[in-house]
């Protein structure tokens, strides 16, 4: 067979099954989501928008691709007899490998994750589909078959892909004069309310008003008894930039139907900035705050962002270099007529006009923030419940408004013993004692880790309110978070306690006479314990506990030692301080030991309990539990 020959035949009709993960989508959109059948009017409109945006993105390299065809449109067509919906465009269009790729499984890396996320609840589940990008498949909701045709822009070729949507699709070569897509939903019984001239305007009105395309439909007139669709077009959408109009001539419910429009997700955002910028700069943003953490929200590489525009025309999606990564989480359009039309992602590096916009935008993300902390505080412990880890990533990386972002942080404490993250810093100084110059902090792997640290003991007994920071990237904010309002943070668990004013004189004077009396204890457990510890001393910080392990000033945590290490880095090597509280019965039973054998036991167990009790791991288990047989037996 000739290559000619073999290309033709391979391109015959020919039935393909789905990914296995489209199986289960498919089953999940058509039963979840039943009770909402007019978002499949939405989701079909938003793509053929977006083949919109990316042919004017192609064209900017190569207007040959318009084919004499620059005014982009969105079609939509009915037929009673035939009982179908038809939805067309003329934006870019599929080659038959991207329809593939596109339609025969899921189009974007995260299906694993996709799939993890499901609960069973359907209600729940439904929202998750948005963040996937997979519209399309809610054409099955009120379709019993799908047919889509499609042409790439520039090619010669089309091809006809076909479904009942039960496991498998066809695809074979088709004739199409114009590029684009057109896809015909066969309607199942019972779905007639979509071939009603009014109904499907209303439903473009409600759900698609804000898209920039004209979206047309044939005009209707009555006749003898019947409604007759004419040959004139009628734009049944606004079709003008939504983020260009006024404020005061958008609603409410057309702000949030951009946004889902935006975000592909199924809920509404929880709040939103809208600005027109002028004067040296001038752009226009409109930028939405989720309500609903996406599933991949902690993956620093995944593409994210803002759609970007210059003068109306779309040039960018996930522009990334127009908001900071702490920022990711955040959705919306950002229009600018100081960018060439043909910018590119290596121009948008260097830009000071993107730097710009930048700092703008996060201003007014920030300033949001601050109102709905301010003024909303449920809304916020909503949005801070979804992405609090992420901004505390804020500090490290943008410096110029690291105080800002500090006022939006919160944090658990002993004050609540809960941990809900509910206590801003600013809470924390209003409540501090008269003497106090120290915000206190600890870090632990866990809450109930720091909760329960033997480190506490002294705050808890004077009344001292403490943070509880047990997420991984708290200790990355206190890298760059050393003091807030004049306040140093300090760590209770680095370096020499010193409570300072609020340690009364005679405290200070049996501190030192406790710290004298146990002198030699506290060299014979050091000379005992040899290269395992920096060092041994009393502690001031215990009331219960025999002991602790604290990190010397400079060194690392060992919190920040054990999240280095199980993320397969090398942190720096540094060895612990211990604590002893010689008022304790375990301490005072240690100092009473004759036989060396026993007192190096307990002196070994007395360090691999301290360490247990931070969060720690034993190098040598087998030694410590050999050690307790022992001294139990």
Same mark, same amino acid.
């Given at each position: 067979?000739?290559?000619?020959?073999?290309?033709?035949?391979?391109?015959?009709?020919?039935?393909?099954?789905?990914?296995?993960?489209?199986?289960?989508?498919?089953?999940?959109?058509?039963?979840?989501?039943?009770?909402?059948?007019?978002?499949?009017?939405?989701?079909?409109?938003?793509?053929?928008?977006?083949?919109?945006?990316?042919?004017?993105?192609?064209?900017?390299?190569?207007?040959?691709?318009?084919?004499?065809?620059?005014?982009?449109?969105?079609?939509?067509?009915?037929?009673?007899?035939?009982?179908?919906?038809?939805?067309?465009?003329?934006?870019?269009?599929?080659?038959?490998?991207?329809?593939?790729?596109?339609?025969?499984?899921?189009?974007?890396?995260?299906?694993?994750?996709?799939?993890?996320? *499901?609960?069973?609840?359907?209600?729940?589940?439904?929202?998750?589909?948005?963040?996937?990008?997979?519209?399309?498949?809610?054409?099955?909701?009120?379709?019993?078959?799908?047919?889509?045709?499609?042409?790439?822009?520039?090619?010669?070729?089309?091809?006809?892909?076909?479904?009942?949507?039960?496991?498998?699709?066809?695809?074979?070569?088709?004739?199409?004069?114009?590029?684009?897509?057109?896809?015909?939903?066969?309607?199942?019984?019972?779905?007639?309310?979509? #071939?009603?001239?009014?109904?499907?305007?209303?439903?473009?009105?409600?759900?698609?008003?804000?898209?920039?395309?004209?979206?047309?439909?044939?005009?209707?007139?009555?006749?003898?008894?019947?409604?007759?669709?004419?040959?004139?077009?009628?734009?049944?959408?606004?079709?003008?930039?939504?983020?260009?109009?006024?404020?005061?001539?958008?609603?409410?419910?057309? +702000?949030?139907?951009?946004?889902?429009?935006?975000?592909?997700?199924?809920?509404?955002?929880?709040?939103?900035?809208?600005?027109?910028?002028?004067?040296?700069?001038?752009?226009?943003? *409109?930028? +939405?705050?989720?309500?609903?953490?996406?599933?991949?929200?902690?993956?620093?590489?995944?593409?994210?962002?803002?759609?970007?525009?210059?003068?109306?025309?779309?040039?960018?999606?996930?522009?990334?270099?127009?908001?900071?990564?702490?920022?990711?989480?955040?959705?919306?359009?950002?229009?600018?007529?100081?960018?060439?039309?043909?910018?590119?992602?290596?121009?948008?590096?260097?830009?000071?006009?993107?730097?710009?916009?930048?700092?703008?935008?996060?201003?007014?993300?920030?300033?949001?923030?601050?109102?709905?902390?301010?003024?909303?505080?449920?809304?916020?412990?909503?949005?801070?419940?979804?992405?609090?880890?992420? *901004?505390?990533?804020?500090?490290?990386?943008?410096?110029?408004?690291?105080?800002?972002?500090?006022?939006?942080?919160?944090?658990?404490?002993?004050?609540?013993?809960?941990?809900?993250?509910?206590?801003?810093?600013?809470?924390? &100084?209003?409540?501090?004692?008269?003497?106090?110059?120290?915000? +206190?902090?600890?870090?632990?792997?866990?809450?109930?880790?720091?909760?329960?640290?033997?480190?506490?003991?002294?705050?808890?007994?004077?009344?001292?309110?403490? *943070?509880?920071?047990?997420?991984?990237?708290?200790?990355?904010?206190?890298?760059?978070?050393?003091?807030?309002?004049?306040?140093?943070?300090?760590?209770?668990?680095?370096?020499?306690?010193?409570?300072?004013?609020?340690?009364?004189?005679?405290?200070?004077?049996?501190?030192?006479?406790?710290?004298?009396?146990?002198?030699?204890?506290?060299?014979?457990?050091?000379?005992?314990?040899?290269?395992?510890?920096?060092?041994?001393?009393?502690?001031?910080?215990?009331?219960?506990?025999?002991?602790?392990?604290?990190?010397?000033?400079?060194?690392?945590?060992?919190? #920040?030692?054990?999240?280095?290490?199980?993320?397969?880095?090398?942190?720096?090597?540094?060895?612990?301080?211990?604590?002893?509280?010689?008022?304790?019965?375990?301490?005072?039973?240690?100092?009473?030991?004759?036989?060396?054998?026993?007192?190096?036991?307990?002196?070994?167990?007395?360090?691999?309990?301290?360490?247990?009790?931070?969060?720690?791991?034993?190098?040598?288990?087998?030694?410590?539990?050999?050690?307790?047989?022992?001294? &139990?037996?």
């Amino acid at each position: 067979m000739s290559t000619e020959a073999a290309q033709k035949n391979s391109h015959q009709k020919q039935s393909m099954a789905f990914q296995a993960e489209v199986k289960q989508l498919l089953q999940l959109m058509i039963h979840s989501l039943y009770s909402n059948k007019e978002i499949v009017l939405r989701e079909l409109i938003s793509n053929a928008s977006d083949a919109a945006d990316k042919l004017r993105f192609e064209a900017l390299a190569n207007g040959a691709l318009y084919e004499n065809d620059s005014e982009l449109k969105i079609r939509i067509a009915f037929d009673r007899d035939a009982r179908t919906l038809t939805i067309s465009d003329n934006g870019i269009g599929m080659s038959r490998d991207e329809v593939i790729a596109n339609i025969g499984t899921i189009a974007k890396s995260g299906t694993k994750e996709f799939f993890n996320a *499901l609960t069973g609840d359907q209600a729940k589940d439904a929202n998750l589909i948005g963040q996937f990008g997979v519209g399309f498949y809610s054409a099955f909701i009120i379709a019993d078959k799908v047919t889509l045709t499609t042409r790439r822009a520039g090619a010669s070729e089309a091809v006809r892909w076909e479904s009942a949507g039960e496991g498998e699709f066809t695809l074979e070569d088709a004739d199409k004069a114009s590029r684009g897509t057109d896809i015909v939903l066969h309607l199942r019984e019972g779905e007639d309310e979509f #071939l009603s001239d009014w109904k499907l305007k209303s439903i473009i009105r409600k759900y698609s008003d804000h898209i920039i395309l004209p979206i047309v439909m044939k005009k209707t007139e009555w006749k003898d008894g019947a409604e007759i669709a004419t040959d004139e077009d009628e734009t049944v959408n606004k079709a003008s930039a939504l983020w260009a109009r006024s404020k005061n001539d958008i609603t409410e419910e057309e +702000y949030q139907e951009f946004y889902k429009h935006v975000s592909h997700d199924f809920e509404n955002p929880l709040a939103y900035t809208h600005s027109r910028v002028e004067g040296k700069q001038e752009y226009i943003s *409109l930028l +939405y705050i989720p309500g609903k953490a996406p599933f991949d929200l902690y993956d620093r590489e995944r593409s994210h962002g803002i759609k970007l525009y210059v003068k109306r025309v779309f040039i960018m999606e996930d522009a990334e270099k127009l908001m900071p990564q702490y920022l990711r989480f955040v959705r919306g359009v950002i229009d600018t007529s100081d960018l060439p039309l043909n910018v590119s992602r290596e121009i948008l590096q260097s830009s000071r006009d993107v730097e710009a916009i930048k700092a703008g935008s996060v201003k007014k993300l920030l300033a949001l923030l601050e109102d709905m902390a301010e003024n909303k505080p449920e809304d916020y412990a909503r949005f801070y419940k979804e992405f609090g880890r992420v *901004l505390k990533e804020g500090p490290g990386e943008d410096f110029a408004n690291k105080d800002r972002i500090a006022g939006l942080l919160r944090f658990a404490s002993t004050k609540a013993d809960s941990d809900v993250q509910d206590v801003s810093l600013k809470d924390y &100084i209003s409540r501090m004692q008269p003497e106090q110059d120290a915000i +206190y902090y600890i870090t632990a792997d866990s809450f109930s880790a720091a909760q329960h640290s033997p480190h506490l003991e002294i705050f808890r007994k004077k009344g001292i309110e403490v *943070l509880l920071m047990s997420d991984r990237v708290d200790e990355w904010l206190l890298g760059s978070l050393t003091e807030f309002e004049g306040k140093k943070l300090q760590s209770i668990a680095k370096g020499d306690l010193d409570l300072g004013k609020l340690e009364s004189d005679t405290e200070k004077e049996i501190q030192k006479k406790i710290e004298e009396e146990a002198k030699t204890l506290v060299e014979k457990i050091k000379q005992t314990l040899g290269e395992q510890v920096k060092d041994v001393r009393v502690t001031h910080r215990l009331t219960d506990s025999p002991a602790c392990l604290v990190s010397d000033e400079n060194d690392l945590s060992g919190n #920040l030692a054990r999240i280095l290490k199980s993320a397969g880095q090398k942190a720096p090597e540094a060895k612990p301080i211990l604590e002893i509280n010689p008022a304790h019965k375990l301490v005072k039973r240690i100092e009473a030991e004759s036989a060396e054998d026993v007192f190096a036991n307990l002196a070994h167990v007395l360090f691999d309990q301290a360490l247990l009790a931070e969060g720690g791991t034993l190098e040598d288990p087998a030694s410590f539990v050999k050690r307790m047989n022992s001294l &139990i037996s």
